[in-house]
């Protein structure tokens, strides 16, 4: 047994979501600064400058109140903004516009679904609408600021500490990336940082009554680096308290190229930030006629995507692939929601998902061009043993290609010359011609000696004098009856 097995860990996520709006959040500052020179997405307002006042970005709130929906809580009807004093070299005016005392988004939980099929409850604290800090970018004696991120609209959401394993971690930042891409709240764009996570952990001795002093590992862009940082930290915690040490409060980064957490500045309680009122915001105040009109534009999400696929007894790897791309999930829900949980909706599934995401086109799914009407016909071409399964899979990708835009399935197969022979009379003929090779004497006699797995060579020949198209399985069973 590992000392390791002595402790528990817990841990609460913090995630910053970047919202999809166009302008920011307190002033008309154009929201998309990638690729942009350095502070040139930059307003009076961002700037701080004497005499300027924020206006309120609406589309910020509706879409945070279509993250509440995702995150099964509750809308604020009365919400205020606070201000958050901190230094940030990056923030002009000296402190945060953040959300403390009366967030918009309450109370909540999110169901994150674990490869051994079972599912962590994840309780929501809850969630606030705050400005975005600048970036700094930090040399040998000096740091440069840029603050086109300055006053990016983002809902921090806050969990309980319901998480006890790094798997759990980060199935629960996949899920919450879902469920904000899928509900329309985020890009999703984790590269550029449009949600970024906060996890705080502590250990303790199984059975103790306390949790420990928690490390927050601060500002994680990946689902790997969550679960990463997760497992180290625990064994470092681990680690100093088997040895006698303390665990410091401190918030910690995390270093990718080196897979180790190190230490940044000690955590500051809420007290430290001296919260107070912003007197130049009024509260958002929303009636519950207004949060349903908003909350009934967010579309279907992977929790119930899921429960519609149930009946299809799908690998768990195989749904995560689909629910990866949301206009792949919706063709595919349409195909379920056609033909029922059969064969011919499985076997589109297994495709999707056996697939580099670079071997084909989302855009072309999304568009329609490859939709629930083409992916069933060539399914069901296999079902009728009009196509192998090998034949299929290459009408498949061929579906995504310019050559082939809109053809029909079949179209395709016979211009590729994939149709299989379904004849039971041409390929009898080529049966003989098989049986009869003097080659094919060794796994004759090892068939009817009770070898079964011979009957694969035989097989393999009739494809080959039949240029692949026989159907295999008519060809399995004339050879049967013959012998």
Same mark, same amino acid.
């Given at each position: 047994m590992s000392v390791y097995d002595e402790y528990d860990m817990t841990i609460g996520i913090e995630c910053h979501v970047q919202l999809a709006t166009k302008t920011k959040l307190f002033s008309p500052a154009d929201n998309d600064a990638r690729d942009a020179e350095p502070n040139a997405k930059v307003h009076e307002i961002d700037w701080g400058l004497p005499g300027v006042l924020p206006v309120l970005n609406e589309e910020a709130v509706c879409l945070a109140v279509r993250a509440g929906k995702a995150l099964n809580a509750a809308i604020a009807p009365i919400s205020r903004f606070d201000r958050k004093h901190y230094f940030y070299p990056d923030l002009p005016k000296g402190y945060q516009i953040s959300q403390m005392y009366q967030p918009i988004i309450l109370a909540g939980h999110i169901d994150a679904p674990l490869e051994d099929d079972s599912v962590v409850k994840v309780r929501i604290h809850h969630a606030h609408l705050e400005e975005d800090a600048g970036k700094l970018t930090h040399f040998s004696d000096y740091s440069l600021v840029d603050l086109n991120r300055a006053g990016t609209p983002l809902i921090e959401i806050v969990s309980e500490p319901d998480i006890h394993s790094a798997a759990e971690a980060r199935a629960y930042a996949t899920e919450l990336y879902r469920l904000m891409t899928y509900a329309g709240v985020t890009h999703g764009n984790l590269y550029h940082g449009n949600m970024r996570f906060d996890v705080n952990i502590s250990v303790a001795k199984k059975g103790a009554t306390e949790l420990g002093k928690?490390?927050?590992?601060?500002?994680?862009?990946?689902?790997?680096?969550?679960?990463?940082?997760?497992? @180290?930290?625990?064994?470092?915690?681990?680690?100093?308290?088997?040895?006698?040490?303390?665990?410091?409060?401190?918030?910690?980064? %995390?270093?990718?190229?080196?897979?180790? *957490?190190?230490?940044?500045?000690?955590?500051?309680? =809420?007290?430290? @930030?001296?919260?107070?009122?912003? &007197?130049?915001?009024?509260?958002?105040?929303?009636?519950?006629?207004?949060? *349903?009109?908003?909350?009934? /534009?967010?579309?279907?999400?992977?929790?119930? @995507?899921?429960?519609? %696929?149930?009946?299809?007894?799908?690998?768990? /790897?195989?749904?995560?692939?689909?629910?990866?791309?949301?206009?792949? =999930?919706?063709?595919l829900d349409s195909v379920v929601q056609d033909q029922g949980a059969n064969d011919v909706a499985k076997r589109v599934f297994n495709w999707f998902s056996s697939?580099?995401?670079?071997?084909?086109?989302? =855009?072309?799914?999304?568009?329609?061009?490859?939709?629930?009407?083409?992916? *069933?016909?060539?399914?069901?071409?296999?079902? /009728?043993?009009?196509?192998?399964? *090998?034949?299929?899979?290459?009408?498949?990708? &061929?579906?995504?290609?310019?050559? @082939?835009?809109?053809? =029909?399935?079949?179209?395709?197969?016979?211009?590729?010359n994939l149709l299989q022979v379904s004849d039971e009379s041409a390929i009898a003929t080529i049966v003989d011609e098989v049986l009869n090779d003097p080659a094919s004497a060794a796994s004759i006699a090892d068939i009817k000696a009770g070898k079964d797995k011979a009957i694969g060579y035989l097989v393999g020949q009739i494809m080959k004098k039949s240029q692949g198209k026989a159907n295999p399985s008519l060809a399995q069973k004339l050879i049967r009856e013959r012998l």
């Open positions: 928690r490390a927050e590992v601060k500002n994680l862009n990946s689902f790997r680096s969550v679960e990463r940082a997760a497992e @180290y930290e625990f064994k470092r915690q681990v680690d100093l308290l088997e040895s006698g040490e303390k665990v410091v409060q401190e918030t910690r980064g %995390w270093n990718d190229d080196k897979q180790i *957490t190190t230490s940044q500045r000690s955590k500051e309680d =809420a007290q430290d @930030y001296r919260y107070m009122p912003d &007197a130049d915001i009024p509260p958002i105040v929303l009636s519950d006629e207004e949060i *349903t009109d908003i909350q009934a /534009s967010v579309p279907t999400l992977p929790g119930e @995507y899921r429960k519609r %696929w149930k009946d299809l007894n799908l690998d768990f /790897s195989v749904v995560n692939t689909i629910l990866e791309h949301q206009p792949v =999930a919706i063709t697939v580099q995401a670079d071997d084909i086109d989302i =855009a072309a799914v999304a568009s329609g061009l490859v939709g629930p009407q083409r992916l *069933t016909e060539l399914s069901e071409m296999v079902s /009728s043993n009009k196509l192998s399964s *090998t034949g299929a899979k290459d009408i498949f990708l &061929a579906l995504f290609d310019e050559i @082939y835009k809109g053809m =029909a399935p079949e179209d395709i197969a016979k211009e590729k």
